[in-house]
Structure formats: C-alpha cells, structure tokens
C-alpha cells in the first residue's frame, strides 16, 4: 500500500474512532438525559402528593379552627351556668319562703319585701337567658323533666306530666337544672 492510501487509511481509521467516541458520548448523554427526564417525573409526583398533603393539612386546620370557634362560643355562651345553678336554689327557697301561709301582719311585710328580691333576682336570671321549663298537661320528655312521682288519673292520657314538684330549667337551649314532676301512669 502507498504512503497516500496509508495515510487515507489512517485518516479513515481516526475519523471512525473520533464518530465512535461522538457515538459513545452521545449515548452517555441520551443515558443521562433519560435518568434526568425520570428524576423529573418522580420529582413531579412527589411534588403533586406533596401539594395535596399540603391541602389536607390546611383543610385540617380551618376545620380545627372551626371546631375550636364553636367550643369557645359554647363556653362564652354557657359561662354562666355554674352561678345560675347555684342561683336557682336561691330563687326556690325564695318561692317557698313566699308560698308559705300566715296570718301575721309582720310577716307578710316580710313578704312583700321578699317578692321584690324574688322578682328583681327572676328578671336578671331572665336577662341570662334563664327560662323555666313548666310542661303541665304535656307528654313527658325525658331530656327536660324527670318524673319523681306516678299517679293514676283515668280521665288524662298516660306519661301526661300532672304536676311540677320542683321547677325546672333551661339556659338558653341547655337545662341546667330538669324539672322534678308527677306523671300520669295508667
């Protein structure tokens, strides 16, 4: 072989080697493109679960929030109950005290004294959103009375509360104190 078809030769050799190479590094780099278009995917999916954790999390949080708003106002609402409880047992000793009977002049000057107190106490406890639960001739109803006393009257129908033995009541839509009462029990 001459000199010249050597040196083609050769020339043909280095340009096969350097396409090789350019063959080899494209691959590595298709290679790398492929592992970096599949790390992007995972790294998408990872964000998409991410973002919708994030979401939960918040709707948690108003949800928590809304709870937490509605037991506030609940405590603020009933705040009062422990006094007002305390208070009935006043207002019922009041009643009696009024209820009683006498003949005395003196004592009825009590009286009278007493029902201002009485009255003036039932306005502010009414001021609170105290009401008395007073179902006289009603079905009773478990969640508002209990029935200390049973008694047969042929002519009412049956679980009709005949009598209120001790006054019941409600703070707003709670009771607080359920009324004591006699049924009808046939």
Same mark, same amino acid.
């Given at each position: 072989m001459s000199k010249k078809g050597k040196k083609e030769k050769q020339q043909q050799e280095t340009e096969l080697l350097e396409e090789t190479k350019e063959l080899e590094q494209d691959t +590595?780099? /298709?290679n790398e493109m *492929?592992? *970096? %278009?599949e790390e992007i995917q995972n790294l998408t999916e990872e964000n998409k679960a991410l973002a919708e954790k994030i979401k939960l999390s918040q709707a948690d949080l108003i949800n928590y929030r809304k709870r937490k708003d509605e037991e506030t106002a609940n405590a603020m +609402?009933?705040?009062n109950q422990d006094i007002i409880k305390d208070l009935l /047992? #006043? #207002?019922d000793n009041l009643e009696r005290t009024l209820n009683s009977e006498s003949e005395s002049e003196e004592i009825k000057k009590y009286q009278d004294g007493v029902r201002l107190i009485y009255e003036n106490l039932i306005a502010i406890l009414k001021s609170y959103g105290v009401t008395e639960i007073n179902r006289v001739g009603e079905v009773f109803d478990p969640?508002? %009375?209990q029935a200390l006393l049973t008694e047969c009257v042929e002519d009412k129908e049956d679980e009709i509360v005949l009598e209120v033995l *001790? +006054?019941?009541y409600k703070l707003k839509e709670r009771v607080i104190r359920p009324a004591s009462v006699k049924i009808n029990q046939k």
């Open positions: +590595k780099i /298709n *492929l592992k *970096l %278009e +609402k009933y705040a /047992n #006043v #207002v969640t508002q %009375e *001790l +006054k019941g």
